[in-house]
Each structure stands twice: as structure tokens, then as C-alpha cells.
């Protein structure tokens, strides 16, 4: 497409600019030639495409109607000084000079253009023929080109996304394994009363092994968002009310455990979108979780759900202590660190925005400093199409291949003709 515009570019603007000096040379070529013949030429026998005229002189049999022109002749007999200018006649061009000849004589030379003019048109024509053929030769090119200049990216991209994808799948039994350990080994120890030290180091070994679980089950879902981000065959409608309330569900011990108030303010009945369950669920959760982890104790965390012309809204609202309003965007940045999250580099907010993005949805967050946050899911309500009964299409076709009935109506409440439905 580039190529194409460029080569277009430059097919115009060397036709522009030979078509410039054409026009220009002739028009001097001509201009020297009508200027020589008003005062040298022949008025008999006057050169070809010129026609002369003088009084007395009997103007040529093939001479243009519309020539010689008085008003010039009259202004220069009375003046003496040459009159040049262009005439359209005829559908041609006719390049006109009235002058005083030394021996005084009133002299109205004519050009005809038509040949130039027929030149100027098969060069617009050759320019035009070349356009296509380059646009259509770029066009070629830069399809084979193209192609191959792709396939090693599209090749490594590919082997990028399947490398994580089965890193992934290879890691995360090893991790699971690691982060139940470590949350075995820490209960132990707090049972056995080991030394606090020994203790907090247990749990930060857990809390390390579970966060590295979580940053592989980003990497899982942004590779499958990447590598195929539309995916139809899994859309289904989900209810986001009742996702949302599972999701407060999930988070509920931790809340209680943080001392939160965490409520969720939706209607009595569904709301549905189209989407991926699991990635719209994960896509809640990590809002709730944002908002539980940095919310002090004590405070509230409220889930709200609307609809609006046509359009689904999630909203949480927690009471922590905000951010920003200038690094709105830097939170939907991959291995952002926000503050009060205890230091957490992750693709949480990232992966969110891919989500909903792919649903054709969108996300914004609003906060300030002291003030909490408040971030916004959008998604496009599910409208399920309704199907057209089959026998009530069956019948439309019956009726409109029967055409209309002739003869005397039939009385009321008699038989029904066959292929007639019963009044």
C-alpha cells in the first residue's frame, strides 16, 4: 500500500513536470513561429497550420470561420502596437497575433494548436498507461517481497509464542508443587513454634512461589490472546452478574482477612455479554484483587453493574489511597509497579486491557491521591439473534408461490381449502 502510494507519487510528479516543459516549449515554439509568420511570412502561401490575414488580401479556402478579427485589426491600425492573445474555436486552440508589418501593413497571423494539443493528450495517456503498470508491477513486488520478508517474523513469532506456551505448561506443575510445599513447611512451623524469623521466611518463600504462579498464568493467557485474539467458536454469553458475585465469592476470605467491606451492587437480573468466561473471569478477579490489595484495613470495596444503551458496565470502587491522575496510562503497562502492592512487578492491569480489548470492549480508571480508585469495564451487550420459525417461512413461500385467489371469497366458518390455513 506504501509502495503503491509512493510509486503513484512519483509517476505524477514526473509527469507533472514533464508535461510542464512540454507545454512550455511548445507554447515558445509556437509563440516564435506565429510572431515570424505576422511579419515575414508569405500572406499567399503562409506556412503550415498558419493562416494570414491583410486588407486586400484574400483570406485562404480553408481558412477558420471567425478570423480575421476586426476589433484586433481596428486597435492595431489605430494604435500600432501588437495584440497577442489565445482563442478556443472550433474545439481547438488558436494562438492569434495582429501587428504592423515595417511597410505598414496590418497584418493577423493565426496558429492552429490541434496537433500540440493531440500531443499533450497522447502524453497523458503514456503517463496514465505507466501509473498502472507501476502501481500494478509495486503491487507484485511487493506482494513476493513482502511475503518474504514476513515468514522468518511470522516463523519466530511463532516459535516466541509456543516457547512460552509450553514453558508455561512445563513450569507450572514444578511451581504448584513448590508453593504447596512451602505453605506445608510454613503451617509446620507455626505449629512446631519455630523461631518467627524461620517463620516469616517460610511465608515469604510461599507468598514468592505463589506469585511466580501467578506471573506464569499471565504468560499462558497472553499467549493465548495472541495468538489467536478473536477466537468466535468460544464465545458464549456469560452472565456478568453472576460472575462478578462468584468472583466476590472467591476473594471473601481475603477480604475477611484484611478487614474489608466488600460489596457488590447489581440488578436482580442477568447481564449478558459474548465472550470467554474464564478470561472475563480473570479479568474481574484481578480488578477485585487490585482493589482488596490496596485498600487498608477497614476500608470498602463496592462492585457495581449497569446497562446502558446497549452496553454492560463493571465498575470497582475501592477506598485506598488512589494514584495519580497523570499515570492513568502507566498502569495499563506490562511489569508496571504501582505503589502499595508491596513492590509486585506484573502483567495484571496489562493482561486486563488485552482482555477486554478483545471482547471489543474498553477500560479506564479514574482515581486520586487519598481519594481511592475506580475502574470501568465496558463490553457490548448480548443480543441473541432470533431465529425465524421454520414453518412460519414455509408458509410465506406457500403463499407467495399460490399468488392471489380469484373467484367468489369463501363464507365464514366453512372448510379450509387445502394449503389454506382456517379462519
Known amino acids: ?28 515554439q509556437v509563440w516564435r513561429e506565429v510572431r515570424y509568420s505576422a511579419e515575414y ?25 471567425g478570423f480575421p478579427s476586426r476589433a484586433d485589426v481596428d486597435r492595431v491600425r489605430g494604435s500600432h502596437e501588437a495584440v497577442e492573445r489565445t482563442v478556443r474555436r472550433n474545439g481547438t486552440v488558436y494562438v492569434v497575433r495582429t501587428q504592423v508589418r515595417t511597410d505598414g501593413t496590418v497584418v493577423q497571423a493565426a496558429f492552429d494548436m490541434r496537433f500540440q494539443l493531440a500531443d499533450r493528450g497522447h502524453l497523458w495517456f503514456a503517463l496514465a498507461v505507466a501509473e498502472l503498470v507501476g502501481l500494478f508491477a509495486a503491487a ?78 499471565d504468560l499462558l493467557l497472553s499467549a493465548s490472546l495472541a495468538a489467536d485474539p478473536a477466537r468466535p467458536a468460544e464465545r458464549r454469553p456469560v452472565d456478568l452478574v453472576a460472575l462478578a458475585r462468584s468472583v466476590v465469592a472467591e476473594e ?16 436482580p437480573h442477568p447481564l449478558v455479554v459474548a465472550g470467554i468466561e474464564s478470561a472475563l473471569r480473570r479479568a474481574v478477579g484481578e480488578l477485585l484483587s487490585n482493589a482488596i490489595s490496596h485498600t487498608p484495613a477497614g476500608g470498602r470495596v ?48 496489562a493482561l486486563l486491557r488485552e482482555v477486554v480489548t478483545s471482547h ?19 463490553l457490548p451487550e448480548y443480543v441473541p439473534a432470533v431465529p425465524v420459525p421454520a414453518r412460519a417461512v414455509t408458509a410465506v413461500h406457500v403463499r407467495r408461490a399460490a399468488g392471489p385467489r380469484r373467484g367468489r371469497p369463501r363464507p365464514a366458518g366453512g372448510p379450509a381449502r387445502p394449503g389454506e390455513s382456517p379462519r
Not at 511570412?41 to 470561420?65: E, H, I, K, N
Not at 512451623?189 to 506464569?216: F, I, M, N, W
Open 140 to 217: 507484485v513486488t511487493g506482494a513476493v517481497l513482502g511475503r518474504r520478508a514476513v515468514a522468518p517474523l511470522v516463523e519466530a513469532l511463532t516459535r516466541q509464542e509456543r516457547f512460552v506456551t509450553d514453558a508455561s505448561h512445563e513450569l507450572r506443575t514444578p511451581i504448584t508443587q513448590v508453593y504447596t510445599r512451602a505453605q506445608v513447611l510454613a503451617r509446620q512451623a507455626a505449629a512446631q513454634r519455630l523461631p518467627g524469623p524461620h517463620r516469616a521466611d517460610l511465608t515469604r518463600l510461599a507468598d514468592s512461589a505463589g506469585r511466580l504462579g501467578e506471573v506464569l498464568d
Open 252 to 267: 471473601s476470605d481475603r477480604a475477611r482477612s484484611r478487614r474489608l467491606t466488600v460489596a457488590v451492587d447489581g440488578p
Open 360 to 378: 471489543r470492549g474498553t477500560v479506564a480508571a479514574t482515581g486520586r491521591p487519598g481519594h481511592g480508585a475506580r475502574f470501568t469495564i465496558r
Open 302 to 349: 463496592e462492585v457495581g453493574l449497569s446497562r446502558s444503551g446497549g452496553v454492560v458496565g463493571l465498575t470497582v470502587t475501592d477506598t485506598g489511597p488512589g494514584f495519580d491522575p497523570a499515570a492513568v496510562d502507566q498502569l495499563f503497562q506490562r511489569f508496571h509497579r504501582g505503589s502499595g502492592d508491596g513492590g509486585r512487578y506484573g502483567l495484571g492491569l
Open 41 to 65: 511570412g508569405d500572406l499567399t502561401s503562409p506556412p503550415a497550420c498558419t493562416w494570414l490575414y491583410a486588407p486586400g488580401v484574400t483570406p485562404q479556402a480553408d481558412a477558420p470561420p
Open 1 to 28: 500500500m506504501i509502495t503503491g502510494a509512493i510509486i503513484t507519487l512519483l509517476v505524477t510528479v514526473v509527469g507533472g513536470v514533464a508535461y510542464t516543459v512540454m507545454v512550455r516549449a511548445q507554447n515558445g
